[in-house]
């Protein structure tokens, strides 16, 4: 709440708004981001930061140059989701009025810059205030920044979309705009190239009467925003504006003031929470004192254990409801007794590497080619090796080699090894080169981002845990692992009411881009979803599951469909009492 609150008023007001300490934590360590931290990038730009800061992951981390890259590309691909004409009408709207004759030619500019399509902005400026004036609006393109003040141009790279132009003179504008359309151009912000279907609208701040054209930092008519048409798209400016319904819009409103930061909450909370059964809280007391903290649901894994002993669990979690429920109907006065649910997560289908000669982790170099073989449900058996002469290493997916193409890469272990693959010897083998140094063991899970996996949604042991457990113990849910398609989920729902599992509702786990793709399909026909972000975030790059979220989060909600946000969201409490700040805000961004 304090962050929103902090970075709306910094928007309002026209100052810029920094995001910082543990966004990327977990990178001093580790050359990917947690979820958690995936999201937290994303959610600062969201929330209208400036910018965002780094420091034990550059100061002291053992990836620094990638904790920087990654930083970028999330920040990049979490702008594209920004809604550029939601977002001007929500800092014009809460601007004080009157706005002085400066600011209103500033915010001005933006909403011609939004009308037009414009490709990019200009400011001609030797002070701070006409520039952080127009991108108080938050304009979707980059602002040019043209000054002959070195203070300005270092000034203009902690506010957002400032590119500062530094010159040694500048006379008038007609004279600037070639240098200012060729750094354009150079910087990749727009082609403004002729013929392109692309509009080539250049929205320019300057002052008026021609002479001089830098903007001063008076409240007098000391500015004006003009329109230059780089080639011959001017056709564009009668172009209609209105949503063309291409992109599902994601957009929460939110009101925060300092009595929601600084006093505890009476509210009553709608969100729900589920818990995993384990170890840890698999007791009668701890499962009753996880239900008094809040808990909805308790969710069992079944990618371990056996029956026997998952069914000593959920009596023991059926009984502590019990309890619970009837302490909870005599202390309050209720006329009913509360109730909880449960839910079977199936194992689902699953990619792992074979077994290795010895038991023993094979040492992986950068740049070193390696077998990878085909081997199937032999993967029990199958010993891969590293000799002299070459890697071989044994995959469980019978249709790897159908599958995959050259260029397709293979990531194992979380990740943590890649494999990139450089030609298909056959049905059944291929040639990669490894992409990192790392040990690799044995039966490590196995993502193929950006590849269509041709395996059924359930296999032998989920379809007997779901009728044989499930169904028989008359459990409230089932959550499907990677659903693709609805054919998936219409299977689930036979494979259900053949056992009477009429009354258990489908949770479609969302865990790569083919579910994705199939999505509007899936909510036809599941009762609900969750955003699986633990292989999510390894079949899509780190930089695209905010966006991810937000898409599915937001369609799930127009179809009436319940969501479900999943994975690393409070990682650190297995250690610490405290979450780290990127989980802070991770869990209360799933709400927003």
Same mark, same amino acid.
């Given at each position: 709440?304090? &962050? ?35 999201? *937290? #990038? ?38 594209? =989701? ?15 009025? !009157? ?84 750094? @354009? ?5 727009? *082609? ?12 320019? #701040?300057?002052? !008026?009467?021609?002479?001089? !054209? ?15 048409? @780089? ?15 291409? $992109? ?13 930061? #600084?006093?505890?909450?009476? /509210?009553?909370?709608? %969100?729900?929470?589920?818990?995993? /059964? ?16 809040? /808990? ?7 990618? $371990?254990?056996?029956?026997?002993? &998952? ?103 979380? =990740?943590?090894? #890649? ?9 059944? $083998? ?61 299977? @689930? ?74 994975? &690393? ?10 979450? %780290? ?12």
């Amino acid at each position: 709440l304090a &962050q929103k609150m902090l970075i709306t008023k910094a928007n309002v007001a026209g100052r810029f708004a920094i995001c910082a300490t543990q966004m990327l934590e977990s990178m001093c360590d580790n050359p990917l981001p947690t979820r958690a931290e995936m999201l *937290d #990038v994303a959610n600062a730009v969201f929330d209208g930061a400036d910018a965002t800061m780094l420091s034990g992951e550059t100061a002291n981390g053992a990836f620094p140059a990638k904790a920087v890259a990654t930083m970028t590309a999330i920040a990049r691909n979490a702008e594209e =989701g920004l809604e550029g004409d939601l977002t001007y009408q929500n800092v014009w709207n809460n601007t004080p009025k !009157p706005v002085s004759p400066l600011e209103a030619v500033a915010s001005g500019s933006v909403k011609a810059c939004l009308d037009m399509g414009a490709m990019a902005m200009v400011v001609y400026t030797d002070v701070m205030l006409p520039a952080t004036l127009v991108s108080k609006y938050k304009p979707p393109v980059p602002i040019v920044v043209v000054t002959t003040n070195p203070s300005v141009a270092a000034h203009c790279n902690v506010v957002s979309g400032l590119v500062p132009m530094l010159l040694d003179t500048v006379t008038t504008s007609r004279e600037t705009m070639p240098l200012v359309i060729n750094t @354009i151009r150079k910087l990749g912000i727009a *082609d403004l190239v002729a013929g392109d279907d692309e509009a080539d609208q250049v929205i320019v #701040v300057e002052r !008026p009467g021609g002479a001089n !054209p830098m903007v001063c930092d008076t409240n007098e008519d000391s500015a004006v925003f003009k329109t230059h048409i @780089i080639g011959d798209e001017a056709a564009n400016l009668m172009k209609p504006t209105g949503y063309s319904g291409d $992109h599902t819009i994601s957009f929460c409103s939110t009101r925060i003031g300092l009595d929601n930061v #600084v006093t505890p909450s009476d /509210m009553v909370r709608k %969100t729900k929470i589920f818990c995993t /059964m384990g170890p840890k809280c698999w007791d009668e007391e701890t499962m009753a004192e996880l239900i008094d903290a809040g /808990m909805g649901v308790a969710r069992f894994n079944f990618s $371990h254990g056996d029956h026997e002993a &998952q069914q000593a669990v959920l009596d023991r979690y059926r009984e502590a409801c019990k309890k619970e429920g009837a302490a909870m109907k005599e202390e309050l006065g209720l006329d009913y007794t509360p109730h909880w649910a449960c839910l079977l997560d199936t194992k689902g289908p699953e990619i792992r590497t074979a077994m290795l000669r010895d038991g023993q982790p094979i040492e992986l170099e950068k740049n070193q080619p390696i077998t990878i073989e085909a081997v199937g449900d032999a993967y029990t058996e199958f010993q891969g090796y590293k000799t002299d002469e070459e890697t071989r290493i044994g995959l469980s997916y019978a249709k790897l080699c159908q599958s995959v193409k050259p260029g397709n890469k293979l990531l194992f272990a979380d =990740g943590s090894v #890649v494999i990139k693959v450089i030609e298909i010897l056959d049905d059944r $083998h291929l040639k990669g080169v490894v992409m990192n140094d790392k040990k690799l063991g044995e039966r490590k899970n196995c993502n193929l981002p950006g590849v269509k996996v041709d395996i059924p949604v359930l296999t032998a042991k989920d379809i007997n845990d779901v009728q044989n457990f499930c169904c028989k113990n008359e459990m409230d849910f089932i959550a499907a692992s990677f659903v693709q398609t609805g054919e998936d989920v219409q299977l @689930i729902r036979k494979v259900l009411d053949e056992a009477g599992g009429q009354n258990v509702q489908i949770i479609s786990k969302i865990e790569n881009e083919e579910g994705m793709r199939n999505f509007d399909d899936i909510l036809k026909y599941t009762d609900g979803v969750m955003v699986a972000r633990g292989d999510l975030g390894m079949e899509i790059p780190s930089e695209k599951v905010a966006l991810a979220q937000k898409m599915l989060i937001t369609k799930a909600n127009v179809a009436g469909r319940f969501a479900i946000c999943a994975t &690393q969201m409070l990682e650190s409490m297995c250690d610490n009492p405290l979450p %780290t700040r990127a989980e802070m805000l991770d869990v209360a961004n799933a709400v927003f």
